[in-house]
């Protein structure tokens, strides 16, 4: 069975899917940390693919961008694939000064303007919450690898380019927001519509306040720490 968005069949893909925004870091973690690869999808260059890591069956895939993007895809891995778990794994932009490139995030909650979750089945709340026994394996899993990882709300945004930035950072830490992205808020609520587990794991890749950035490079290739807690989490 494949779907408009997914040419992969019914045991193609594991319960556990890391789920990248660019498919090209999909790519990279298949192809770095897994054994055995075998591509799934390739529809619309949203990259897919399924190996074993320490023996265990795990699947790594592209969302795109953007919460209508992370929606469908992780919706039709959920509902159609009998997917139980996806840990996006994502960057993000700090909004805290103390966060310097690289920081590991765990996302805590997530708060959103956005109508997706109304749309998609009525709920108007602005904070989607991840699966807590996840978050507290990450946890544990990050502590053991001895990589610290900072806990907190981030935000997920439907604008990346906006005409004005004027009083945006300042709205989102009245709402204790640490940092932004862009999917997070859809995976959850998807997750929590269908009764399955998800969580996020976030890279800082640029600070608000100090104005640092990482390359596009940088950003596909070299945001190894939070690859390995979710492998091992997984």
Do not use: W
């Amino acid at each position: 069975m494949s779907t408009a968005h997914n040419e992969a069949q019914k045991g193609d893909i594991a319960k556990v899917v890391l789920m990248p925004g660019d498919p090209l870091r999909a790519e990279y973690i298949a192809n770095t940390y897994l054994k055995e690869v075998k591509r799934f999808n390739s529809v619309r260059g949203m990259l897919g693919f399924t190996g074993t890591y320490n023996g265990k069956k795990i699947s790594v895939m592209g969302s795109g961008m953007g919460m209508p993007s992370m929606g469908i895809y992780s919706y039709e891995l959920y509902k159609f694939y009998d997917v139980e778990t996806i840990i996006r794994l994502g960057s993000c932009g700090a909004m805290k000064k103390k966060l310097d490139l690289y920081t590991v995030i765990l996302t805590k909650d997530s708060y959103t303007d956005s109508t997706f979750a109304e749309m998609m089945n009525g709920y108007e709340g602005k904070i989607t919450e991840p699966t807590k026994e996840l978050n507290d394996k990450i946890k544990i899993v990050a502590k053991d690898l001895g990589i610290d990882i900072v806990e907190g709300r981030t935000a997920s945004g439907d604008v990346f380019y906006r005409e004005s930035f004027e009083g945006l950072v300042e709205k989102l830490l009245k709402h204790d927001v640490i940092a932004g992205e862009m999917e997070a808020s859809a995976l959850f609520h998807n997750a929590k519509v269908l009764g399955k587990k998800a969580a996020c794991i976030l890279t800082v890749s640029d600070n608000a306040i100090t104005r640092e950035e990482t390359t596009a490079k940088e950003r596909q290739n070299a945001f190894t720490q939070m690859m390995r807690i979710a492998l091992e989490v997984a």
